[in-house]
């Protein structure tokens, strides 16, 4: 990573707004035709965390020219983001009946207020059982999660989507946790939740993994991840505070696996669009290996490999 908070030794980074990736489709519908919603959310990590705790509350829908309406889930869906990396994800939705047609965006309701007591009541122990939104760090500080304009947008995704007449669409919210999370000054012990977050149909996604050899995974004071970008980017780091259309599309850390006695290092990143991209491994978001990037064609509900020997 490239951006330091140092008041808090921690590396973050935030970068703009996401488009959403729409399920095709679509036309005019009566009221009576409907279709079936399941949304879930997953995480693209960020190091020094240890939890990253997000309390759901609802999700605001605008159908077409219709007054946006909002679906309240059973009970306040906790995730820890962090559980959910890779091609994992928490259901949020499933099977949820809704109008069938073009949808222009949805927001996802979260308790994240400024000044809030978002983790009073954390045990510290795996699970997220402390108030509101929070974050853990590992040195097990704990620091509440604000969203600007949380009340009025919340985690609001601009652009369309459809859900089919009679059918139904399965999606995956992608937080990109590296750009989400920042602490602009004055703020701590707050820190701002940003949007950064891609809507992805997983129909069209598949999976990106491989192996990275132990002489770049274990270098001293290495904070390992792997780097996802649009095919014909040359990697390159994370715009802090900016929206730069060549940052990584997405990233992933390390898992050490244990293959008969042998530690190995895999990385994992799930919900990638079908398509071309570059991947490059990286210690610091600084510098890449190889330095143009390898090539890694992506096709849907397919396992592609790459690996960095």
């Known amino acids: 990573m490239n951006s330091n908070w140092t008041q808090y030794g921690i590396v973050l980074i935030t970068a703009g707004l996401l488009p959403l990736v729409g399920c ?3 036309g ?10 399941s949304l879930a959310v997953s995480d693209g990590p960020i190091h020094d965390a240890k939890k990253v705790c997000i309390t759901f509350d609802e999700i605001e829908f605008k159908h077409g020219s219709e007054a946006p309406f909002v679906v309240e889930l059973d009970s306040a869906e906790k995730v820890n983001l962090l559980d959910f990396q890779g091609n994992n994800a928490a259901p949020l939705l499933f099977n949820e009946e809704l109008p069938a047609g073009n949808y222009q965006w949805l927001r996802l309701g979260v308790d994240a207020s400024l000044g809030s007591n978002g983790g009073a009541g954390d045990t510290n ?10 974050l853990v ?9 604000y969203v600007p304009s949380g009340a009025e947008t919340g985690l609001k995704l601009v652009s369309g989507f459809t859900v089919p007449v009679n059918g139904s669409a399965d999606f995956t919210a992608e937080f990109d946790l590296g750009k989400s999370i920042t602490a602009p000054p004055g703020l701590q012990p707050d820190v701002i939740l940003k949007p950064a977050i891609r809507l992805v149909n997983n129909v069209d ?13 274990t ?8 780097y996802v970008f649009d095919d014909g980017v040359t990697p390159n780091g994370i715009e802090d505070g900016g929206d730069d259309p ?14 008969a006695g042998i530690a190995e290092y895999h990385y994992t990143v799930g919900f990638l669009l079908a398509g071309d991209y570059e991947v490059a491994f990286t210690c610091d978001g600084a510098e890449f290996v190889p330095e143009e990037g390898k090539s890694a064609t992506i096709e849907a509900q397919m396992l592609t490999t790459v690996d960095f020997p």
């Open 137 to 145: 760090m590992n040195d097990e500080t704990v620091h509440n999660l």
């Open 205 to 217: 996604a598949g999976t990106l993994t491989g192996q990275v050899s132990d002489e770049l995974a």
């Open 24 to 26: 095709g489709g679509g």
């Open 219 to 226: 270098v001293d004071a290495c904070e390992a991840s792997v």
């Open 125 to 134: 122990g795996d699970d997220c059982d402390g108030e509101g939104s929070y």
């Open 28 to 37: 005019s519908t009566t009221s009576d035709e409907t279709g079936l919603l």
């Open 246 to 259: 060549n940052d990584p599309v997405a990233t992933a850390m390390l898992e050490e696996v244990d293959n």
